[in-house]
């Protein structure tokens, strides 16, 4: 069974492989301080509703965008599966045309996602993931990764409004009958809902006029379901993206070996 692992800054998805299909995966949400033992109990015990043993896992692929925890998830897999992960990074494999001034900048799950987007689309495309940040990542024509763009994710939107803005009441972020509020609260949802649709909408539009022609959109992260419906953009969302990237990683690296 392959393991892939992605390590984000707010949540960290484990996923179980056997052969091509997924079997399951969880979530969690990314906290610094765990150890790799309570990385390890916590995995252990989803993995147990599967009657999967640790033992079972026989291989690893991990993207990680925090550094202080990746090396607490390749001790927690070393020990506990004994297996030494595959970490996306420089040197591996991954199949994919970087075109960009330093490669070496661009976030791991960013690269795992392009290269499972590449097997679902075809280029040129945008991907748009709503994660802690919202990422833009443009594939060409010529099916090369020519960069993008990054904004404050939504919550990290809201969270600054907040805290600065003392007398806001906090609210959930949904999509409001109307654009036009008629109190505070649905003036804030408002504001926030059509606001991020706009930025990923604006962005959008300027990467396809960059582009010079039409590209397909594929939407991933926790908010994709939401805002896809009222995107001129997106029509597509996968949120399982990166764990697909890193199973193909993977299969590329083993085959090279």
């Known amino acids: 069974m392959l393991l892939a692992i992605d390590v984000g800054n707010t949540n960290t998805v484990f996923g179980v492989f056997r052969q091509d299909r997924l079997l399951r995966h969880w979530r969690l949400g990314t906290v610094t301080s765990r150890s790799s033992d309570e990385y390890a109990v916590l995995f252990a015990s989803m993995l147990r509703d599967e009657d999967i043993g640790m033992a079972d896992i026989e291989q690893v692929a991990l993207a990680c965008v925090v550094p202080q925890i990746e090396w607490v998830i390749v001790h927690m897999v070393e020990q506990y599966c004994g297996v030494t992960p595959l970490v ?3 040197g591996v494999k991954t199949g994919l045309r970087i075109r960009l001034d330093n490669p070496r900048e661009v976030g791991a799950d960013r690269i795992v996602n392009v290269v499972a987007a590449l097997e679902e689309m075809s280029p040129p495309f945008v991907l748009v993931d709503f994660g802690t940040a919202t990422t833009f990542d443009t594939v060409d024509a010529d099916g090369s ?20 803005a003392s007398k806001l009441p906090r609210v959930r972020f949904a999509r409001p009958e109307s654009p036009i509020g008629r109190d505070t609260v649905s003036s804030l949802q408002a504001g926030l809902f059509y606001g991020y649709v706009g930025m990923v909408d604006g962005i959008l539009d300027r990467i396809t006029e960059q582009l010079g022609q039409q590209a397909g959109v594929l939407a991933t992260g926790g908010l994709g379901k939401l805002i896809t ?3 001129r953009h997106i029509r597509r969302v996968d949120n399982l993206l990166t764990l697909k990237g890193l199973k193909l990683i993977f299969e590329r690296n083993r085959r090279a070996a």
């Not at 994710?153 to 809201?158: F, Q, R």
């Open 88 to 90: 996306v990074g420089p």
């Open 229 to 231: 419906p009222a995107s």
């Open 145 to 164: 990764y020519i960069g993008g763009a990054i904004a404050p994710g939504l919550n990290i939107s809201m969270e600054a409004l907040f805290q600065t």
